[in-house]
């Protein structure tokens, strides 16, 4: 079964641009989660959708958002990007499974931005 | 305070020896806890998953909880050079288990 996977792998943009970043999630997931990681704040939750509603947030200004499609992809949006921007966003997505007790979100590979 | 509190290391452990990774955290409403595997310039890998007080054991891995003190811990037995990574803790007190607060990770080196 093929894992998560993400889009564009590697990403050069400046200051003021807007990005689109993009996740399939492991077949049959439903839910997907997106995390921003930088050095100095570590990995931090952006925000996770389901059936294509936004089911949690974290808190990350307004720039950011995302959407989830019917198929279960997801994208997520930065609009009006900042030096500080910069960093690794990865999506994981999970099973989602009604009753179970377990649910381990298996992350993507990621997807690396330099803003300039 | 940060929610989620790990020592950055680096913890160095002789080959075959027990690595034992630590984290507090603050929400005492939080109800699932994570161990997560991260190799540099790679994507974060679970390991231990572990929603009760006590102790879980998964082969060489151990994972530790005592929700009193707020306290979740990580036990490699038989250290390898292969475990040298950072490891990150992560809760959780959506019931539906997403939305993970890490912790900043522990940087694991097994000396051959």
């Known amino acids: 079964k093929a894992g998560v996977t993400q889009t564009p792998r590697y990403l050069i943009k400046t200051r003021g641009q807007q990005v689109t970043l993009s996740c399939s999630p492991i077949s049959g997931h439903r839910s997907v989660s997106w995390y921003q990681q930088t050095p100095g704040q570590g990995l931090q939750f952006l925000f996770e959708?389901?059936?294509?509603?936004?089911?949690n947030k974290g808190n990350f200004p307004g720039r950011f958002s995302g959407r989830q499609f019917s198929n279960s992809r997801s994208e997520m949006n930065v609009s009006t990007l900042e030096l500080g921007d910069s960093a690794l966003y990865l999506c994981?997505?999970?099973?989602?499974?009604?009753?179970?007790?377990?649910?381990?979100?298996?992350f993507g590979p990621g997807t690396r931005l330099t803003v300039l | 305070q940060k929610e989620v509190e790990q020592n950055s290391g680096p913890l160095s452990v002789p080959e075959g020896a027990i690595a034992s990774l630590n984290c507090t955290y603050s929400d005492r409403g939080s109800q699932s806890f994570f161990w997560y595997r991260q190799y540099s310039g790679k994507s974060p890998e679970l390991i231990m998953s572990i929603y009760s007080n006590g102790d879980k054991e998964d082969g060489r891995f151990t994972a530790q909880l005592n929700k009193a003190s707020q306290y979740v811990s990580l036990l490699i037995r038989d250290s390898q050079p292969s475990d040298s990574a950072t490891y990150l803790c992560?809760?959780?007190?959506?019931?539906?288990?997403?939305?993970?607060?890490f912790g900043s990770g522990t940087r694991l080196q097994v000396q051959p």
């Open positions: 994981a997505s999970s099973l989602d499974q009604q009753g179970t007790l377990t649910d381990t979100q298996y």
């Open positions: 992560a809760v959780t007190r959506d019931t539906g288990r997403r939305a993970l607060t």
């Open positions: 959708y389901f059936s294509e509603t936004q089911r």
